[in-house]
């Protein structure tokens, strides 16, 4: 289980990049936005499985090329096969890239994510719920479309759980071991209200 105190070194860095993000002045649909979005995990595994749908939302704080996403999804599933309820709940802080200042903006992201799993009996028996919080960093890229000053939608593709060859590294890895391995992806389309 994730203890707090694993989570202070990043809490400073996050905020005072947030704090920097949200001072600078505001260009055309920048500054703070919240919205929703559905996302398709993929695990990583030998086995044929088919992607899993979350749903969530996502803070942003972004000014000119720079920007900072929080954003928070949710998958919940029942076995009563099992008697079992499985809810995921990842959360990821990404700093995005925009390559371009237009209305149709590419941009790249990456950042730290810490990964919720708890599983509890669905008869409520006297079993507690297990839960437990996995860290992992992601990257990615996507592309964003501001149709007014306040909406954009958007979409990226996100690498999940990247192994950078601290322990076992079998020189893979993503195009041809140029980038770091990883244990999953997701696609995410979103859209993003701007105040």
Do not use: C
């Not at 996302?39 to 972004?62: C, H, K, L, M």
């Amino acid at each position: 289980m994730l203890r707090a105190r694993s989570l202070r070194p990043y809490v400073i860095p996050m905020l005072t990049l947030g704090g920097l993000l949200a001072s600078l002045a505001p260009v055309s649909a920048q500054g703070f936005g919240v919205g929703g979005r559905i996302a398709w995990v993929n695990p990583d595994t030998e086995v044929d499985v088919d992607s899993v749908r979350y749903f969530g939302g996502q803070i942003r704080i972004t000014g000119g090329r720079v920007g900072l996403e929080v954003s928070l999804d949710r998958h919940s599933e029942s076995s009563e096969v099992l008697n079992q309820k499985f809810t995921e709940t990842p959360i990821q802080a990404s700093l995005l890239l925009r390559m371009g200042s237009g209305k149709v903006a590419p941009f790249v992201l990456g950042g730290p994510g810490w990964y919720r799993r708890k599983v509890e009996a669905l008869d409520g028996a006297a079993d507690p719920a297990v839960s437990t919080t996995e860290f992992g960093w992601h990257a990615g890229f996507g592309l964003e479309i501001l149709p007014t000053r306040h909406f954009g939608i958007h979409g990226d593709y996100r690498y999940t759980f990247l192994d950078f060859g601290d322990d076992d590294d079998d020189g893979g890895g993503i195009i041809g071991g140029l980038l770091p391995g990883h244990r999953g992806s997701m696609w995410t389309l979103g859209a993003t209200f701007y105040f």
